[in-house]
C-alpha cells in the first residue's frame, strides 16, 4: 500500500539516507552533526511503500523573480529513491500530489535542477536557463582596481540586500533571498575554506555592487572562481571586476562561474583569444498557474488581442485551457474561451515562452512539435519575446 505526503521530523533520517544512497554520498549516521541552518521537515515528501520510505524529494518555496513581479516558486531537490524501490512510479505518486497542492498554495512556477532532461519532461518541466561560464587570464583583465573594496560579513546583509534587490529587478527566474539565505551566503571561514566575498564602493562611497569567489588549485594553476559577482549598474560591474587585476598576482585563471547571459564577454576588457566561455544545461520550470503567469506576463506597449491554447498537463487540468488576452496600456486581462487559439502549445512549451527563455520565432526553429501558430503572429511575436534571465540558487 502507498502513502504519499509530507514529512514529519523524525523521518528526516530516513531521508537523508535515501539521498546518501542515491547521490553517493558518504555520511555517518551513527554521528549525526547538527547542522547550522535545517530546513522545516515538512519541506520533504515522502513515498511511503508498505510502511517503508521509498522515496522523497524537498520543496523549497521562493520567490521568483516574472517580468518585474514577485511569485511563488516551488524548487524541487534531492529527488530520490531507494534502489529496490526503483520504476515503481513513487516519484510519479509525489509531483501527483505535490504539483495539484503547489496551484493550491498560490505558487506560478516550479524549477529543479534535472539528472535527466527527458525524465522531467514528462512532469511538465522543460528547459529555462542555461549556465555561461567563463575563463579569462587575470593578467587579460585590462582594469586597475579603483574605488573601495571591504570584505563582506553578516553586518553587510542589508547593502547586499540591496544591491541584489536591484540588479533582480527586471531579472527573470531570480530569486528574492530571505534573512536566512543571506546567512548562508555568508556561511564560511575565508581562512577554512578559501572562500571570499567583498563588496565594492565608488568613490563617493556608494556600494554598488559585490563579488564572491572561491580559491581553486587546478594543474599547478590557481583559478579565482567567482559563484556570483552581482551589480547595480555598468559601473558596479567594472568595479567588482576591477578586483582580479588586484589579485592577479596570486591568480593566473578568473572563472566566472555563473556569469549571466545578458553580458557579452567580449565586451569585457581583454583580448578576445584569451577568453574562453562555455554554456551547459541547467535547470528546468514548469508552470503551475498558467492564467496567472499569462497575466503577470510582460506585455508590448500600445494594445493588442490573442487567444492561446495549452495543452497536455496531465497534472493541473485548469492549465488545459484556451485562454483570452487583451491588454492596452500596461494593464491586461486573462479569460478563459472558447474561441480558435492564435497559437497552440504544450505546457513545456509555454514555459519557455511565457517566461522569456526563448522567443516565439527562437521556438519556432525547434524540432519540439509541441507548437502550432495559427494567427495574430505579429503580435505573438511582440508578445513572446526573449527576457533576461539569471539563476543563482543552488538547491
Avoid at 11 to 39: C, G, H, L, V, W
Amino acid at each position: 500500500m502507498r502513502e504519499i505526503r509530507r514529512l514529519k521530523q523524525s523521518e528526516i533520517t530516513e531521508a537523508k539516507k535515501i539521498d546518501a544512497i542515491s547521490f553517493n554520498m558518504r555520511s555517518d549516521f551513527s554521528n549525526p552533526q547538527e547542522e547550522k541552518y535545517p530546513a522545516p521537515a515538512d519541506w520533504r515528501w515522502g513515498a511511503f511503500e508498505g510502511g517503508k520510505l521509498a522515496a522523497s524529494m524537498m520543496e523549497i518555496p521562493y520567490i521568483m523573480r516574472f517580468d518585474g513581479h514577485d511569485v511563488k516558486m516551488s524548487g524541487i531537490g534531492s529527488v530520490a529513491t531507494l534502489p529496490e524501490f526503483r520504476r515503481s512510479g513513487s516519484v510519479r505518486a509525489i509531483f501527483g500530489r505535490l504539483i495539484p497542492e503547489a496551484y493550491a498554495g498560490g505558487a506560478v512556477f516550479s524549477c529543479l535542477y534535472p539528472f535527466s532532461h527527458a525524465y522531467y519532461r514528462q512532469f511538465g518541466y522543460e528547459l529555462s536557463a542555461t549556465e555561461t561560464e567563463a575563463r579569462i587570464p587575470a593578467l587579460s583583465i585590462g582594469l586597475k582596481m579603483h574605488g573601495h573594496f571591504s570584505p563582506a560579513a553578516q553586518a553587510d546583509i542589508p547593502v547586499l540586500r540591496k544591491i541584489h534587490d536591484s540588479y533582480i529587478k527586471n531579472i527573470n527566474h531570480a530569486i528574492r533571498r530571505d534573512e536566512l539565505m543571506w546567512k548562508q551566503f555568508l556561511n564560511f571561514d575565508s581562512y577554512r575554506d578559501g572562500v571570499f566575498a567583498y563588496v565594492w564602493r565608488n568613490e563617493s562611497g556608494e556600494p554598488r555592487s559585490y563579488i564572491k569567489y572561491r580559491h581553486i588549485p587546478e594543474n599547478g594553476e590557481n583559478l579565482m572562481q567567482a559563484s556570483e559577482l552581482i551589480f547595480i549598474d555598468t559601473e558596479g560591474l567594472y568595479g567588482a571586476l576591477s578586483l582580479v587585476g588586484g589579485v592577479s598576482a596570486q591568480y593566473s585563471v578568473f572563472n566566472w562561474r555563473y556569469m549571466p547571459d545578458f553580458i557579452n564577454i567580449f565586451d569585457l576588457p581583454c583580448n578576445p583569444y584569451d577568453m574562453d566561455q562555455s554554456v551547459r544545461k541547467c535547470f528546468m520550470t514548469r508552470l503551475i498557474n498558467a492564467k496567472k503567469a499569462l497575466e503577470l506576463m510582460r506585455k508590448p506597449r500600445g494594445g493588442g488581442r490573442f487567444a492561446i491554447s495549452i495543452i497536455s498537463d496531465s497534472l493541473i487540468t485548469e492549465n488545459n485551457n484556451t485562454f483570452a488576452l487583451e491588454f492596452d496600456s500596461g494593464e491586461s486581462r486573462v479569460s478563459i474561451s472558447k474561441e480558435n487559439p492564435d497559437i497552440i502549445c504544450d505546457i513545456q512549451t509555454a514555459a519557455q515562452l511565457i517566461t522569456g527563455f526563448r522567443s516565439l520565432d527562437n521556438a519556432l526553429l525547434s524540432r519540439r512539435k509541441g507548437l502550432e501558430v495559427r494567427g495574430r503572429l505579429e503580435t505573438l511575436r511582440e508578445v513572446f519575446t526573449e527576457r533576461p534571465q539569471h539563476f543563482t540558487e543552488a538547491f
